[in-house]
């Protein structure tokens, strides 16, 4: 049997058989393995793994665009019923031919960590975990219909939960409360569904672990999401760090919101409106803005990154507004047989926005960047470096903001827009911390937290230690539940410390760029074309940035953070 030709573009085959790919696998399966040709069959199962996988997100995105298309997700749920399962096995069968044949991979350069993360991901796997993950996937689905079809009138008009978002920034506080308990009946309306779907994704989660062998699925993430470079200790060692020097830092922001507001407390309407006299910022005003204004800053920052977004826009890689039925969130998906990413957004038109777009479009400079690697797994970075790559675009982009770069916002208003951003990043991390807390609790209580109470009794007591500064008087059932908006909870448990520290790094990589923005852009790009062929403190180095989140380095960028916010402040005052 010869390898038959792949073809270039999914729109080319049924994606939603196996059919269409078992061929490919059996011939990789079949061929002989020698040093001579270890390279061609490499290659070959690259290229396929690329195929399948873009597949698969574009399906996904397809889903995510219209989650009341019933065609669509039945596409959706097709692969993952029909597909995935047999491609988790046939992938696994060549996982162990290659691992058999370590020695024809020897003189092969960057893939010793690739062969460390499939020989993990072979000895993870287990053949009655496949119908476990496909149930799961079918849930993870559920949560995107729950959440997607919330919908309230508003004067009139049919708004979904990010439109209702962009009134937290409204001027007058009746607006602002209004929105939050508009929104907040629509979760509190679904409290007891997502209980009961939350409450069928643990057993399935804790028998995945058992069934690979290890005592909880926490221990099963760390190896599934390939954690050498950290251990759960770290973790809590990192939550200790953020409630020695973050959560005081961000109860000085809130103090000062407090009184800059005039109110006697916080409430939770109040935390994101700016408080200038000045009216809010309203950025642009549709996609074709959004993305102009973007690729003018990018373009300041580096040219090559200003093209990037361009072929983007050009080749239809970008859906940036919101609409009803849209899945909430956003994300940029690879597709990798293309090597092109694709952004997806609820644009609504607020400075939210622009940073969203700044971050995704960091995401999307990773794909630009590793296009150039061989083989797929060496173009998948670790999650917390990707995550680098997003939140350092976020700061790299701050000193062209302006309309005098064709950006969105005077000088004025960029000031507000970087005091808005810094301050989030203070007010990130407490909240980052919560999330994760949370699920180290989760999965290593299997028993008490299939009880929704225990969920929330935790929950609060969390957020208690890390959310202070903001008055809930009255919202206990609102405060208590509301770890069902973080879709992260039930859609990919365990990835959210990714976020703190990889904005640790970017905070790293921002303040190389206030000495020298030149440089620090182009160790960012050197760094992320890097993809996934070093290791976690090795990508940082990299970037500039070193892979640790102690107390002393929270102390460092703290103190920097809350320093350029006074300078910022002095531009607004003059």
């Not at 009961?196 to 804790?206: E, F, I, T, V, W």
Request: glycine share 6%.
């Amino acid at each position: 049997m010869s390898f038959p030709t792949l073809p270039k573009s999914i729109a080319e085959i049924d994606v939603t058989r196996w059919q269409t790919f078992a061929p490919y696998f059996a011939e990789l399966q079949q061929r002989e393995i020698t040093t001579e040709t270890i390279m061609q069959w490499l290659q070959d199962w690259s290229q396929l793994t690329a195929l399948l996988t873009e597949a698969g997100a574009m399906i996904y995105i397809e889903k995510a665009l219209d989650t009341a298309d019933t065609h669509k997700e039945q596409i959706f749920l097709d692969f993952l019923e029909q597909v995935v399962p047999p491609f988790k096995s046939a992938d696994q069968a060549l996982k162990e031919r290659l691992l058999a044949a370590e020695t024809a991979v020897d003189g092969i350069q960057d893939l010793d960590l690739v062969l460390r993360n499939l020989r993990n991901e072979a000895d993870l796997f287990r053949a009655e975990n496949i119908p476990l993950q496909t149930e799961l996937d079918r849930l993870t689905n559920e949560y995107d219909k729950i959440t997607g079809g919330m919908k309230v009138d508003w004067d009139g008009e049919e708004k979904n939960l990010s439109q209702l978002g962009a009134f937290s920034q409204d001027k007058d506080r009746a607006v602002r409360e209004r929105a939050w308990q508009a929104a907040n009946q629509l979760w509190l309306g679904k409290r007891d569904e997502l209980n009961d779907l939350y409450g069928r994704m643990l057993p399935l989660r804790q028998q995945i672990a058992i069934n690979a062998g290890l005592p909880d699925y926490r221990a099963y993430m760390f190896r599934e999401m390939g954690r050498f470079d950290y251990s759960p200790a770290d973790c809590f060692t990192f939550h200790q760090a953020i409630e020695a020097v973050v959560v005081p830092a961000a109860q000085r922001i809130y103090e000062r919101k407090r009184q800059r507001l005039g109110l006697e407390c916080l409430r939770p309407w109040d935390i994101d409106v700016d408080t200038s006299a000045a009216p809010a910022l309203k950025p642009y005003q549709g996609e074709d803005a959004l993305v102009q204004g973007s690729l003018n800053i990018f373009q300041q920052v580096d040219p090559v990154l200003g093209r990037h977004i361009a072929t983007m826009a050009e080749e239809q890689l970008l859906d940036l507004d919101t609409r009803a039925s849209k899945a909430l969130g956003g994300f940029c998906s690879t597709l990798p047989l293309r090597k092109r990413p694709y952004i997806f957004m609820n644009g609504v038109g607020t400075h939210d926005d622009v940073q969203t777009m700044l971050h995704e479009a960091g995401h999307a400079f990773h794909v630009f960047e590793t296009a150039d690697l061989p083989y797929i797994w060496q173009a998948e970075p670790p999650m917390e470096f990707c995550e680098v790559a997003s939140m350092s675009m976020e700061l790299l982009t701050a000193p062209y903001l302006t309309n005098t770069y064709g950006g969105f916002y005077t000088p004025a208003e960029s000031a507000r827009a970087q005091i808005e951003h810094l301050e989030s990043e203070i007010l990130f991390l407490p909240y980052m911390a919560v999330v994760d807390a949370f699920q180290h609790w989760v999965y290593t209580h299997p028993e008490a937290a299939v009880d929704p109470a225990a969920c929330d009794a935790e929950w609060d007591t969390l957020w208690s230690r890390f959310m202070s500064g903001v008055d809930w008087s009255g919202l206990e059932a609102a405060r208590m539940s509301s770890w069902h908006r973080k879709l992260h909870i039930f859609q990919v448990p365990f990835y959210y410390i990714e976020y703190g520290m990889a904005e640790v790094g970017a905070l790293q990589v921002w303040r190389n760029g206030l000495q020298d923005q030149a440089a620090a852009v182009a160790n960012y790009r050197q760094a992320l074309a890097l993809g996934g062929t070093k290791t976690l403190p090795e990508l940082f180095a990299a970037a500039g940035a070193e892979f640790r989140f102690d107390t002393p380095m929270l102390t460092d960028l703290v103190a920097l953070i809350e320093a350029r916010i006074r300078e910022l402040e002095v531009v607004l005052e003059n």
